[in-house]
């Protein structure tokens, strides 16, 4: 398989393939490539692979997003099910979770609160925003100055307090969860984002919490821990 992908680069983009990896990735086949283009320069391009719809959709959200000005991939081509996209250099919002030195810092809190306010201001509909859809920390990349937002299968409508309610959970649950850096992030991320547009800070904690449900129902080992955490917050003021 990996060889027939290799074959298709290299006809498709003239990519001369010095090594593919794959990585992890739940619903689709992601692979790291690096090789030679056709200028005999060292590049580094991940190639996903969705064998089961149309990558066209996501192809045309990535096009208009980066059009924007918006961090997304720069896609290189695709085809029905391809997207070769440029790689893109950094650390997994998912792995700062496990260094609290990190955690503490403002820069990346900043870069995310600051991303999330670019894509919600494109093409509002009402009270509704473009949201990202699939808030795991690992389809987010730290740039040292900016984020990228890795999958955009599809769009999701929905008020901004979504994707901050959403973010915090994934934030708060991540391993080790429930920490004092971590709910310190949380708030530094809500409060620059509200600096920039006005939030129901309520209904980001009611955001929090749906999401926190959903982790429940998906982490059946840490579905006790995760409930009552939600009954200690339901009359909590998380966010002021």
Known sequence: ???????????????????MEKVFS???????????NSEDMHVKYVLKLNRRTSVAPEVS??????????????????DEHTILMEYSAGILLADI????????????????????YKLHTLCPQGDKVLCFPDLNLRNFIFTDSDIVGLD???????????????????????DPMFTSAKYDAIRRLVNSYARRRPIDLEKVRDYLILEMRS??????????????????WQDMRLFS
């Open 215 to 232: 982790a429940a129902q998906r982490r059946v080992n840490q579905q006790e821990i995760l409930l009552a955490k939600i009954r200690d």
């Open 1 to 19: 398989m990996q060889t027939d992908i290799g074959e298709l680069v290299d006809e498709k983009c003239g990519l001369k393939i010095l090594s």
């Open 152 to 174: 955009f299968e599809a769009a999701v409508w929905d008020r901004p307090e979504r994707d901050l309610g959403g973010l915090s959970a994934f934030i708060i649950n991540s």
């Open 61 to 78: 959200i990535l096009k208009g997003l980066s059009a924007a000005g918006l961090g997304v991939p720069t896609v290189i081509w695709s």
């Open 97 to 116: 979770m496990y260094r609290e030195e990190l955690i503490q810092r403002d820069d990346w809190v900043e870069a995310l609160s600051t991303w999330l």
């Open 26 to 36: 739940r619903r689709n086949e992601v692979y790291l490539l690096q090789g030679l």
